[in-house]
T-cell receptor
Framework: QKEVEQNSGPLSVPEGAIASLNCTYS??????FFWYRQYSGKSPELIMF????GDKEDGRFTAQLNKASQYVSLLIRDSQPSDSATYLC?????????FGTGTRLTIIP | NAGVTQTPKFQVLKTGQSMTLQCAQD?????MYWYRQDPGMGLRLIYY???????DKGEVPNGYNVSRLNKREFSLRLESAAPSQTSVYFC???????????FGSGTRLTVV
């Protein structure tokens, strides 16, 4: 059973601070890694993907990948109230995505 | 620019009734997927279709059937609904999973 683990939270972060979300995965053959944002009652929306070890930055978001430790993280800088959502980590292997259960993030004004 | 379209958005069924959830994508994607999302369980794969004419079981296929009608459409059928199938169902598509998925807006199904 390929597994993706996330801390379910809730994670509360003051507005303007950095939010740090973490994810571990079990399948060493995984090829690509994703972060989806899901607002309550809505569908998941892709916000970041990463394929190679290291950091990938897109605006206020940075994804970090460490394949040796089987660890993926998402940093959100200058957190805004609109960032309050559940963040799903997903890992691709065998042409399918396996999702973690998500971390609920609340940004406190 | 529709992306992935799911119908219906909401449905209430009685135990034992049958229904089909419809999904269509206009992005010319090869692969399509059906997931269910339950509180505390995350998104779990029910069935997927890597290409037109093929379907495969995912993690939780029992009680469901699928049809890949053509490249655009992938339907999910519940033959005899059970309360355990109360969930939010998402359809997704991708060119290849390595690039990630685009999700539909979901179907909220309640079986009473």
């Amino acid at each position: 059973q390929k597994e993706v683990e996330q801390n379910s939270g809730p994670l509360s972060v003051p507005e303007g601070a950095i939010a740090s979300l973490n994810c571990t995965y079990s399948d060493r053959g995984s090829q690509s890694f994703f972060w989806y944002r899901q607002y309550s009652g809505k569908s998941p929306e892709l916000i970041m993907f990463i394929y190679s070890n290291g950091d990938k930055e897109d605006g206020r978001f940075t994804a970090q990948l460490n394949k040796a430790s089987q660890y993926v993280s998402l940093l959100i800088r200058d957190s805004q109230p609109s960032d309050s959502a559940t963040y799903l980590c997903a890992v691709n292997s065998d042409e399918k995505l396996t999702f973690g259960t998500g971390t609920r993030l609340t940004i406190i004004p | 620019n529709a992306g992935v379209t799911q119908t219906p958005k909401f449905q209430v069924l009685k135990t034992g009734q049958s229904m089909t959830l419809q999904c269509a994508q206009d992005m010319n994607h090869n692969s399509m997927y059906w997931y269910r999302q339950d509180p505390g369980m995350g998104l779990r794969l029910i069935y997927y279709s890597a290409s037109e004419g093929t379907t495969d079981k995912g993690e939780v296929p029992n009680g469901y059937n699928v049809s890949r009608l053509n490249k655009r459409e992938f339907s999910l059928r519940l033959e005899s609904a059970a309360p355990s199938q109360t969930s939010v169902y998402f359809c997704a598509s991708s060119e290849r999973a390595i690039y990630g998925y685009t999700f539909g807006s979901g179907t909220r199904l309640t079986v009473v």
